[in-house]
């Protein structure tokens, strides 16, 4: 029999939560094509299809949860088996793991978009379906923006189309953000590949970046479409939806080591040609999301995100206002008052650089007796929008001594 003594085991049950950066309003969507995920959500969010995560805590504290619940649960908290919450997680992200619950590569390659985006601030709703099909009922909930999800497998397209085109026309838009996948020959052939999406509701990026996973020490590759719309979170929390998501000061990437492919200047205009926005990285400075550009062709203004997100804001924030003249009296005190609300809201826009002229029409000229009289109430408001800067052209000029300048 051993000699008395006292032994100490040290039960590892941390899972470090990345570093983020400030809270935005901004709330993102995914919808994955597998049930990869299904297990983060309780009992009756996975019945629904969806769930929302607030921040990166949360999502961390799902997977945590998602450990114990497949390695056994309380028996490891009670130290009955060595164990560390940490590593069994890395597994999951990594591959490894061979147990039951977790589809390996899969549920990796739709939880990594995820907690990129996070990253970024925004909050987010995470829905899984059998198939290409999003839940029933996901479309209605209002989130601004909706990112691909999973790997390159095009089916990923699918549901997300369904969504933004189902929001479209409705009072809640949310912009669609795709990824063109790195082929194994060209970027000339990545593009003749992917089907851009004609339409201002939809924005395209190119590639993938190369990062550390959640250990720190090994490194992951995922898709850039979760950073595009963490770059459009960032651009709500510390400017306006009317601003630009790109350049140097809201199109950060974060956590990047490399992309995986390092587009040469002639690559970028043959992506940004194409309609689909490359991202930059600038020896010494950092990497950048370098374009804008929504699938709408150049000779619109709804052919750059901000502008076209613009509207989108308009649509949401006007949509109330709409409502609360309906069944009232159709004359001239209702259409005016309408009209003050409307351009009061307009105002502020200007004020903040969203738009630089507009003109509320909403008299007898659109709202005519036969109008009236079919329970009608007509307005039409014109915008002048206030474009970004995508070119820039700088003289220098030399002048000797002896001249004026």
């Given at each position: 029999?051993?000699?008395?003594?006292?032994?100490?085991?040290?039960?590892?049950?941390?899972?470090?939560?990345?570093?983020?950066?400030?809270?935005?309003?901004?709330?993102?969507?995914?919808?994955?094509?597998?049930?990869?995920?299904?297990?983060?959500?309780?009992?009756?969010?996975?019945?629904?299809?969806?769930?929302?995560?607030?921040?990166?805590?949360?999502?961390?504290?799902?997977?945590?949860?998602?450990?114990?619940?497949?390695?056994?649960?309380?028996?490891?908290?009670?130290?009955?088996?060595?164990?560390?919450?940490?590593?069994?997680?890395?597994?999951?992200?990594?591959?490894?793991?061979?147990?039951?619950?977790?589809?390996?590569?899969?549920?990796?390659?739709?939880?990594?978009?995820?907690?990129?985006?996070?990253?970024?601030?925004?909050?987010?709703?995470?829905?899984?379906?059998?198939?290409?099909?999003?839940?029933?009922?996901?479309?209605?909930?209002?989130?601004?923006?909706?990112?691909?999800?999973?790997?390159?497998?095009?089916?990923?397209?699918?549901?997300?189309?369904?969504?933004?085109?189902?929001?479209?026309?409705?009072?809640?838009?949310?912009?669609?953000?795709?990824?063109?996948?790195?082929?194994?020959?060209?970027?000339?052939?990545?593009?003749?590949?992917?089907?851009?999406?004609?339409?201002?509701?939809?924005?395209?990026?190119?590639?993938?970046?190369?990062?550390?996973?959640?250990?720190?020490?090994?490194?992951?590759?995922?898709?850039?479409?979760?950073?595009?719309?963490?770059?459009?979170?960032?651009?709500?929390?510390?400017?306006?939806?009317?601003?630009?998501?790109?350049?140097?000061?809201?199109?950060?990437?974060?956590?990047?080591?490399?992309?995986?492919?390092?587009?040469?200047?002639?690559?970028?205009?043959?992506?940004?040609?194409?309609?689909?926005?490359?991202?930059?990285?600038?020896?010494?400075?950092?990497?950048?999301?370098?374009?804008?550009?929504?699938?709408?062709?150049?000779?619109?203004?709804?052919?750059?995100?901000?502008?076209?997100?613009?509207?989108?804001?308009?649509?949401?924030?006007?949509?109330?206002?709409?409502?609360?003249?309906?069944?009232?009296?159709?004359?001239?005190?209702?259409?005016?008052?309408?009209?003050?609300?409307?351009?009061?809201?307009?105002?502020?826009?200007?004020?903040?650089?969203?738009?630089?002229?507009?003109?509320?029409v909403c008299d007898t000229s659109n709202n005519t007796p036969e109008v009236v009289e079919a329970n009608y109430f007509v307005a039409d408001i014109l915008i002048?929008?206030?474009?970004?800067?995508?070119?820039?052209?700088?003289?220098?000029?030399?002048?000797?001594?002896?001249?004026?300048?």
């Amino acid at each position: 029999m051993a000699r008395p003594n006292v032994q100490f085991r040290i039960l590892d049950e941390s899972l470090v939560v990345p570093v983020t950066e400030q809270f935005s309003s901004t709330i993102g969507a995914v919808c994955n094509i597998t049930t990869a995920l299904k297990r983060m959500g309780n009992t009756a969010e996975q019945a629904q299809g969806y769930f929302y995560v607030q921040n990166s805590s949360e999502w961390y504290n799902r997977l945590t949860d998602l450990v114990y619940l497949n390695a056994g649960g309380v028996t490891f908290v009670q130290g009955q088996t060595a164990y560390s919450v940490g590593s069994c997680a890395a597994s999951y992200l990594d591959g490894t793991y061979t147990g039951t619950g977790v589809s390996g590569a899969t549920f990796r390659n739709e939880w990594y978009p995820v907690n990129n985006f996070l990253q970024y601030g925004g909050g987010c709703y995470v829905a899984f379906a059998n198939g290409t099909t999003p839940p029933a009922g996901f479309a209605d909930i209002d989130f601004q923006v909706i990112f691909q999800g999973g790997s390159g497998n095009s089916s990923y397209i699918t549901p997300l189309q369904t969504i933004v085109d189902a929001k479209a026309s409705t009072e809640k838009p949310a912009l669609g953000i795709m990824y063109v996948p790195i082929g194994a020959t060209s970027v000339s052939d990545d593009i003749s590949n992917f089907t851009t999406a004609t339409d201002k509701n939809y924005a395209v990026v190119y590639g993938s970046k190369v990062h550390f996973d959640v250990t720190g020490l090994n490194t992951v590759t995922t898709p850039l479409a979760a950073d595009l719309a963490g770059c459009i979170a960032r651009t709500d929390r510390d400017f306006y939806p009317w601003f630009s998501p790109a350049g140097t000061k809201k199109g950060r990437i974060l956590n990047v080591i490399r992309l995986s492919k390092n587009l040469t200047t002639a690559e970028q205009d043959a992506v940004y040609n194409a309609k689909i926005n490359p991202v930059v990285t600038f020896s010494g400075e950092g990497t950048y999301l370098y374009g804008d550009k929504t699938g709408e062709p150049d000779t619109s203004t709804l052919s750059r995100i901000n502008v076209s997100r613009l509207f989108m804001y308009i649509k949401r924030s006007l949509g109330p206002v709409a409502r609360s003249i309906l069944f009232e009296q159709n004359d001239a005190i209702t259409r005016s008052r309408f009209k003050i609300a409307a351009e009061g809201f307009l105002d502020r826009i200007v004020a903040q650089r969203g738009i630089s002229e507009y003109r509320v029409v909403c008299d007898t000229s659109n709202n005519t007796p036969e109008v009236v009289e079919a329970n009608y109430f007509v307005a039409d408001i014109l915008i002048k929008p206030i474009t970004s800067i995508n070119y820039v052209t700088i003289t220098l000029t030399n002048k000797d001594l002896s001249s004026e300048l």
